[in-house]
């Protein structure tokens, strides 16, 4: 089906004028119109806006011109089982239950892998097929190309070690010392912060991926303190509940 019969068809299920639907997506009525006639289509931010409202992946709304499968765990994937970020869009990289709200779910292939060969398994594909097979196909995938870059899953986690031991070593007051990192995606972590001269101002990459944790104040209260780090720096800030009024604490380069 083409892009125009899908939006036509997705408007009047939701039982939405041209004009209804021009409001919510930001757009005027020609626009839609131009859509449905098959003169135009819409823009990347708008088709984000599109697949929030109507609750399918922007593929979906292109016609599924790809087939998509998760970066993580390779499986297929379609509307019913992609993955979203917090704020409710789509991420058409994983499933939902590789990622969900900005949180990878695995960090060590075997871990994956077994979980994989207990729910593959069958009496036409044994336990050691699906382990072969999956120990062939993750690490052609984007989530696991990470652990290649640095030479390996045993590599990784000496980096990790490694950044968990710079970030005690600063030492921050009232700031626990730091047991674990975990993989989070940047668009979950990518704070807004206010400069001295007023302006706003954001570090990270929405679309790489960090190592990071969240901690209690030592202190009490109701800031946290955030940690993301990869291999050119380390961050670490306060906030509120949700991210609410960060305040950067440390910015060091490594």
């Known amino acids: 089906m083409e892009t125009k019969n899908i939006i036509l068809e997705l408007r009047n299920k939701a039982g939405l004028s041209q004009d209804e639907l021009a409001e919510k997506v930001y757009v005027t009525r020609q626009a839609v119109s131009r859509w449905e006639n098959g003169e135009t289509t819409p823009n990347t931010e708008t088709l984000k806006l599109l697949s929030k409202l109507f609750d399918v992946s922007i593929n979906t709304l292109l016609g599924a011109p790809r087939q998509l499968i998760c970066q993580c765990c390779g499986m297929p994937l379609e509307d019913s089982n992609i993955s979203k970020e917090i704020d409710g869009f789509f991420n058409e990289q994983y499933c939902k239950w590789c990622y969900a709200d900005g949180e990878y779910t695995y960090e060590n292939m075997d871990d994956l892998i077994e979980f994989c060969v207990e729910h593959m398994a069958n009496e036409n594909f044994s336990s050691e097929q ?40 600063l030492h921050i007051e009232g700031m626990p010392k730091v ?4 993989a989070l995606v940047g668009g979950y972590v990518n704070l807004e912060y206010k400069l001295p001269n007023g302006e706003s101002v954001k570090f990270l990459d929405d679309g790489a991926t960090y190592l990071g944790n969240q901690l209690e104040c030592e202190f009490g209260g109701d800031r946290c303190f955030g940690i993301v780090a990869n291999m ?23």
């Open 179 to 182: 047991e674990s990192l975990s």
């Open 130 to 169: 699906v382990r072969t097979y999956m120990k062939d196909m993750l690490p052609k995938l984007d989530y696991w190309k990470k652990y290649a870059t640095l030479g390996g899953e045993e590599k990784f986690d000496e980096f990790k070690h490694q950044l968990i031991g710079e970030i005690n070593a």
């Open 232 to 254: 050119e720096f380390i961050l670490v800030c306060t906030y509120e509940e949700d991210g609410a009024n960060p305040e950067l604490v440390v910015y060091k380069k490594r």
